[in-house]
């Protein structure tokens, strides 16, 4: 027993090491990407000659390819700068401005009293309804192309090509991949209101770890060609691993206190997860505990699905816990 707590804890730490030093890939990705594509310029440079026996064209091509730290820094301003200031400027400058103003207009008197009681909640409403609402829908959709477009080039970099399968299969894929993430982030809710002090809230916090390291190794694993099946298969038999390796970002957004500031810190981080991942290196030996903790969303999934189409369709593997890789 005491053998596997500290194989446990060995895996959690290793985690933790792997995403927090392996965000510091960022500063380098894009300078190996660079001479990646100039060796493979050179080499098509040398096919050309001996193959047609001319020189090659004077002028290349520049690679049309988006930066990896251009796009992390994209990121940053559009969640932490537009969206996330926009909040602390509303709440910090206009609200209180406008506080003063009615102030000097109705004086320290009840009117004011009762007049800004109605009025605070109603400018935040305004402002919500107006403004943040819809940059964060867009700020959401927008990051997730970004996103993809820096889990592509650091594939590319590390691994080549992707394994991309065809149309109807990566749409059926993402449409249930998102369906397991949508139930497994309400059964996280869920766990937290289990009446016992302290207990619902480490089994949620262990849910989000799960998550998030699901978010950050999904890209990889996608253009490796895993199915949806693979992919919690290899998190239920290496679970402390990614416990370990989604902790920072688990606690870091969990201690926010605010949904929207929680969102604002996890598009400004989740792009460094997604290099941590794509260059970690999960411990090959599997934990001796298997965590069946997908389950019953891939159940409740595989049921909705089914009852969705109207021809039937072959449900991914679950069940009796059955995720074979």
Not at 57 to 84: D, T, W, Y
Not at 192 to 206: C, E, K, T
Not at 221 to 239: A, D, T, Y
Request: aromatic share 12%; with cysteine.
């Amino acid at each position: 027993m005491a053998d596997s707590l500290k194989v446990i804890f060995v895996d959690i730490c290793h985690g933790m090491k792997d995403a927090v030093l392996g965000a510091a890939f960022i500063f380098r990705v894009d300078a190996e990407i660079a001479a990646i594509n100039e060796e493979r310029r050179r080499k098509r440079e040398e096919k050309i000659r001996e193959t047609h026996r001319r020189p090659p064209p004077s002028r290349e091509k520049k690679e049309s390819e988006p930066k990896v730290m251009h796009r992390i820094l994209q990121c940053c301003a559009l969640n932490g700068g537009i969206f996330g200031l926009s909040i602390i400027a509303f709440n910090s400058l206009v609200l209180p401005a406008v506080q003063t103003l009615t102030w000097f207009i109705l004086g320290s008197s009840d009117t004011h009293s009762t007049v800004w009681g109605w009025m605070q909640p109603m400018l935040s409403y305004i402002f919500g309804a107006l403004w943040v609402v819809p940059v964060f829908l867009l700020s959401r959709a927008v990051s997730a192309l970004w996103f993809q477009d820096i889990a592509d080039a650091a594939y590319r970099k590390s691994r080549g090509r992707p394994k991309l399968p065809n149309l109807s299969k990566f749409i059926a894929d993402l449409l249930f991949s998102v369906l397991i993430q949508v139930l497994f982030l309400i059964q996280s809710m869920l766990v937290s209101l289990i009446p016992i002090s302290g207990l619902g809230q480490v089994i949620s916090l262990l849910h989000l770890c799960l998550l998030y390291s699901l978010y950050s190794f999904e890209y990889k694993w996608f253009n490796m060609g895993w199915e949806v099946h693979q992919r919690l298969s290899f998190i239920e038999c290496n679970w402390p691993y990614f416990v370990g390796f989604g902790l920072p970002l688990a606690l870091i957004t969990t201690l926010s206190g605010s949904y929207l500031l929680s969102g604002v810190l996890f598009a400004v981080l989740f792009p460094l997860f997604i290099i941590s991942g794509n260059e970690a290196q999960v411990p090959a030996s599997r934990s001796e505990y298997r965590l069946m903790i997908f389950q019953i969303v891939v159940e409740i999934a595989n049921k909705m699905f089914r009852k969705s189409v109207r021809r039937p369709v072959q449900p991914v593997p679950g069940g009796q816990g059955s995720y074979r890789e």
